[in-house]
């Protein structure tokens, strides 16, 4: 394999010490850098007054990696960033047309700012190089390089799922979405749904299918070969994983963390569940404490016994809906507390503040059940960490939402939907009350996947199939 050239919104950049920022991708990617030597490219997180030029690019070094950050303009991120990603993609995919608001100036930001991606990654590519793009911020870019004569060999990985055809027409420029995904030689995504979602919009659109020599959906759901707009490139699904041994064993490190001894010792022998997520609306987090309050309506000898803790810090603070969010949890949070509560008693305790990562895997491991209900997602990590997490002799239970991309893996989770509170609820009670024996063995079936299916595999899973993939084609999709 020749180098490898990574390429994402944002750059996991090593301190100044030379340590890697926690995180399984950023771990993975790194390593699989270093074995090949690469470049990671992508932007600062910096944005700076816009004077119509990026600003110059900076590089660093860290052993056979170079990093290589531009910033963007203060325009830039409110078109491309908060705009076109995070307020038209990134709810259309979650299937929340409701909050996908399309302006052609975003638009137009998001297609201007992968074109001067496009831009600064010329000078940077050799004929060998393997490129890898990620992510929904970056669909475009395959082909922006390939109308400037790039003919490598060019992979890109959606982290989020890929919506229905109906909710992706949604989007005045769905076609050039579909089409830009064509410049590819391999599109990855998380689950067998999102690539069938994919393809069933080609076929819907009249614009490509599987070619005669692909693997029919019933033969191998997982990979397809695909021809579409003049073009023949590879679909295939990689779940991401977690570095699933190195968190098991920082899980097993953590009991005795302040924090974890804090709220061990202030919960007096109750039993704990446990959310995490980033405060997005995709997460659920409203459905599921409703969810728990019904559950404490339907088990009267539960109230005063369990405590929810949900762990959101927030994100994404400058998009309006993120703000409506937060002030919606905090109401309803207090709504149950208010209603619930005892004076020796918070039936939820609510931390809108990151926690750091030991503690959060003490925590994990610390709680009987983890309440994973997202209405929509990729994958979902806090699923897999929770697993990872657990006392082999005494574990916890997974109670999933079958909306996010863990549910097809994790067969021994108690899957639930999270739009029916009353389901979930019980689905909380069964996870209390199951037997050691069904909880050991349950566990042991998620382990052992985890085990296999961690983040390394997925990584070099991926850039295997991507070597594998079609030979260099020329021409972009025009
Ligand atoms: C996207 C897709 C897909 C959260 N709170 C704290 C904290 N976290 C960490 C978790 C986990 C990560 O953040 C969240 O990962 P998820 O996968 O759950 O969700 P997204 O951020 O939406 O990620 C998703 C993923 O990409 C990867 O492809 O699975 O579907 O949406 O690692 O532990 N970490 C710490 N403190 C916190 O308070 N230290």
Not at 128 to 136: C, N, Q, R, S, T
Not at 146 to 154: E, K, L, P
Not at 347 to 363: T, W
Request: net charge negative.
């Amino acid at each position: 394999m020749g180098r490898l050239i990574v390429v994402s919104n944002r750059v996991p950049v090593p301190d100044k010490d030379g340590n890697m920022p926690a995180g399984g991708l950023a771990v993975a990617v790194h390593a699989a850098l270093q074995e090949s030597g690469g470049i990671w490219f992508g932007w600062s997180g910096r944005s700076v007054e816009d004077n119509g030029t990026p600003g110059p690019v900076e590089h660093s070094r860290n052993g056979a990696i170079e990093y290589v950050l531009t910033d963007l303009s203060e325009r830039d991120v409110d078109e491309y960033y908060s705009g076109f990603a995070n307020r038209v993609l990134w709810p259309l995919f979650h299937c929340r047309i409701d909050l996908a608001e399309y302006s052609r100036r975003d638009k137009d930001g998001y297609f201007r700012v992968n074109r001067m991606f496009a831009d600064r990654l010329m000078p940077l590519i050799e004929p060998d190089d393997i490129i890898w793009i990620h992510d929904y911020h970056l669909i475009p870019l395959a082909d922006e390089l390939r109308r400037r004569g790039v003919q490598n060999r060019i992979g890109f990985f959606l982290h989020i799922p890929w919506p229905p055809a109906d909710i992706l027409f949604a989007t005045p420029i769905y076609d050039q979405i579909l089409k830009s995904l064509s410049a590819y030689d391999l599109v990855g995504f998380q689950t067998d749904h999102d690539m069938d979602n994919y393809i069933s919009c080609l076929i819907r659109e009249g614009v490509g299918d599987r070619t005669a020599d692909s693997p029919t959906a019933k033969e191998d759901p997982s990979r397809a070969k695909l021809s579409a707009y003049g073009r023949t490139f590879h679909a295939q699904t990689f779940g991401i994983g977690i570095e699933t041994a190195d968190f098991a064993a920082l899980a097993a490190a953590s009991t005795d963390t302040d924090t974890v001894l804090d709220m061990r010792r202030s919960m007096g022998g109750r039993d704990l569940i446990i959310g995490v997520d980033r405060l997005d609306y995709s997460k659920g987090i409203p459905n599921r404490i409703m969810a728990f309050e019904r559950f404490l309506e339907l088990n009267p000898d539960r109230v005063g016994n369990v405590t929810l803790l949900q762990v959101a810090p927030p994100s994404r603070s400058d998009v309006p809906e993120y703000r409506d969010m937060q002030a919606e949890v905090e109401s309803l949070a207090g709504h149950v507390n208010g209603v619930m509560g005892r004076i020796d008693w918070t039936p939820i305790r609510y931390i809108n503040q990151s926690v750091d990562r030991n503690s959060l895997a003490g925590l994990y491991r610390e709680a009987r059940v983890g309440l994973v209900t997202p209405l929509r997602d990729g994958m979902n990590l806090v699923a897999k960490e929770y697993v990872a997490a657990q006392d082999p002799d005494d574990p916890g239970v997974l109670v999933l939402s079958r909306f996010a991309g863990a549910a097809r893996e994790l067969k021994g989770a108690v899957l639930c939907n999270p739009y029916d509170s009353e389901q979930t609820a019980r689905a909380i009670e069964w996870a209390l009350s199951m037997t050691l024996e069904e909880r050991r063995s349950r566990w042991r079936d998620m382990m052992d996947y985890l085990l296999v299916n961690d983040i390394q595999t997925w990584c070099t899973s991926y850039l295997a199939a991507l070597e594998r993939s079609a030979p260099p084609q020329t021409g972009s999709t025009e």
